[in-house]
């Protein structure tokens, strides 16, 4: 076994790779040797500025029928028999594992070889893998203090620590939060690039109006078609005083781009609209009001940067996590909580209403939004690690 070398599992989507990448870069940056296992959706969000390898296994949900339980049970026998490999020739010191199912195979190839296991969760609610593993872990770190889930017996090896956050998007803490200020002319001609729609399409001209209120609309990994259902025609549905000065910014599925932009063209409404942003730390820094899904890595990345925040979780997300991590952050002030079976085209539209109309309001939730993020996880993480 090597003192300096340590393996991160991590997989299944950006909410789970973007903190155990940021971690691993840390302990990367102080001389440790890194390896990733993760299935084949971190290459998503891999870069060959990282200074570590990685290793793609073979996972797979469980779904409760014959025919997918015998494929899952396949994949995984192969994910484990694969981690197991890696483990016995890497040899590392112990395993830090960040969640999902992602991390099963090599959760129980370590088990097998009695190496140690750190777990992260990310969520308001332990998530089941790493229920089923917290009694093997040597230590649990959770990003909210009243995380649900954990057991009475594991309390003394629990530390709350935060959640890691990309670097480009931490240093946006620094930047302080400001409304759109009067200028004197915007040149509507300008290009400004991705599938952008501007007023300037229909009416092109020169005209005196304020800045442009920026929201940023933001569906998760999984797109959120209900945002492209209702969002547009939730804008569309706003006074026309505040709709000729609003910038909107959308990610949504790579199939319903085409159809989004339909509909933010036929209201004539200013848009940015995409499927995925490689500048999200830009988009994240202009935006003045950010509507999202409830994942704990997305929030962690607005409450850093000091957003007021519309959320809406996503209804069946495992054990309801989304809206626990929802109401944390409503609870301290940071966000406006819209549960799915409430999302209406008039709720939506009448809450952008009350806090466009509020700068007050604004100025406030953008304060506790920073108040309830998590500062210096990665750090705070590499502390209890060794300690």
Do not use: W
């Not at 990994?221 to 000065?245: V, Y």
């Not at 750090?379 to 690690?385: A, I, R, T, W």
């Amino acid at each position: 076994m090597d003192s300096k070398k340590i393996i991160i599992a991590t997989g299944g989507t950006g909410g789970h790779i973007f903190p155990a990448r940021v971690l691993a870069k840390k302990l990367a940056n102080k001389g440790y040797d890194i390896k990733i296992i993760a299935d084949k959706n971190y290459q998503k969000y891999s870069f060959v500025a990282d200074n570590f390898s990685y290793n793609i296994i073979s996972v797979s949900q469980i779904k409760k029928t014959f025919k997918y339980l015998l494929l899952a049970g396949i994949k995984i026998s192969f994910g484990v028999l694969k981690s197991f490999f890696i483990l016995l020739f890497f040899r590392p010191q112990f395993i830090i594992a960040f969640g999902g199912y992602a991390t099963f195979p090599v959760l129980c190839a370590t088990i097998l070889l009695r190496k140690k296991i750190i777990l992260h969760e990310q969520n308001a609610h332990l998530g089941k893998i790493n229920r089923i593993f917290a009694k093997f872990a040597d230590k649990i770190f959770v990003t909210y203090k009243n995380t649900e889930g954990i057991k009475s017996e594991f309390i003394e090896k629990t530390f709350v620590v935060g959640n890691p956050v990309r670097e480009n998007i931490a240093k946006l803490a620094k930047v302080k939060y400001q409304l759109p200020i009067e200028e004197k002319f915007r040149d509507s001609n300008k290009n400004m690039g991705y599938d952008l729609l501007l007023k300037s399409d229909f009416n092109p001209s020169k005209r005196e109006i304020k800045s442009f209120f920026n929201i940023l609309i933001i569906g998760g990994s999984g797109g959120a078609k209900i945002f492209s259902d209702i969002l547009p025609k939730a804008i569309f549905n706003l006074r026309s005083d505040i709709k000729q000065d609003l910038l909107i910014t959308q990610q949504c599925k790579t199939d319903l781009v085409e159809s989004t932009i339909k509909q933010y063209k036929l209201f004539k409404t200013n848009a940015i609209i995409g499927n995925f942003f490689d500048d999200m730390d830009e988009k994240i820094k202009n935006a003045h009001l950010i509507i999202s899904r409830a994942g704990s890595s997305a929030i962690s990345e607005f409450n850093i940067a000091r957003k007021p925040l519309i959320l809406i979780p996503f209804a069946n997300s495992a054990d309801n996590h989304q809206l626990k991590n929802a109401k944390e952050i409503e609870k301290k002030g940071g966000a406006m909580v819209i549960e799915e079976k409430d999302l209406t085209i008039n709720r939506i539209s009448s809450l952008i209403t009350e806090l466009i109309d509020n700068s007050k309001m604004l100025l406030e939730m953008s304060e506790k939004s920073y108040r309830a993020a998590s500062k210096n996880a990665a750090e705070k993480m590499l502390k209890k690690v060794f300690n």
